[in-house]
């Protein structure tokens, strides 16, 4: 079950192996997570292929994500966001690594 409560803008005091991703809220139609990210990215040549449609915001930090079809790169910083349909190819292929990059991440789908 999510934490009913948090505080978005909290980060780890140490770096981290891998991205944080936290479970905000969890129903059958939704799901939203915050995601840490400091220099993380997807691995080369993977992408991710999802079946729910994703809406992301970017809280802090700066990355940006290029996707596959049509070939496209967006470069983000706080308050710049992005609706993914679902299917569509996409990864990670920057965040700043001098600072917390934070996500939020809604899935959803249309059903």
């Given amino acids: 079950?999510?934490?009913?409560?948090?505080?978005?803008?909290?980060?780890?005091?140490?770096?981290?192996?891998?991205?944080?991703?936290?479970?905000l809220l969890d129903t059958t139609s939704l799901r939203?997570?915050?995601?840490?990210?400091?220099?993380?990215?997807?691995?080369?040549?993977?992408?991710?292929?999802?079946?729910?449609?994703?809406?992301?915001?970017l809280l802090r930090g700066k990355a940006s994500i290029q996707f596959e079809d049509p070939a496209e790169t967006i470069q983000f910083g706080p308050g710049d966001f992005v609706n993914i349909p679902?299917?569509?190819?996409?990864?990670?292929?920057?965040?700043?690594?001098n600072e917390p990059t934070i996500w939020l991440a809604v899935f959803y789908s249309q059903e």
């Fill in 32 to 57: 939203m997570e915050r995601i840490i990210s400091m220099g993380h990215t997807t691995p080369e040549n993977e992408w991710y292929d999802q079946e729910s449609h994703e809406w992301v915001l």
């Fill in 1 to 23: 079950m999510a934490n009913p409560f948090g505080n978005m803008f909290g980060t780890p005091s140490d770096p981290q192996p891998s991205e944080i991703t936290e479970v």
């Fill in 86 to 97: 679902a299917h569509r190819r996409h990864r990670v292929n920057w965040t700043d690594p």
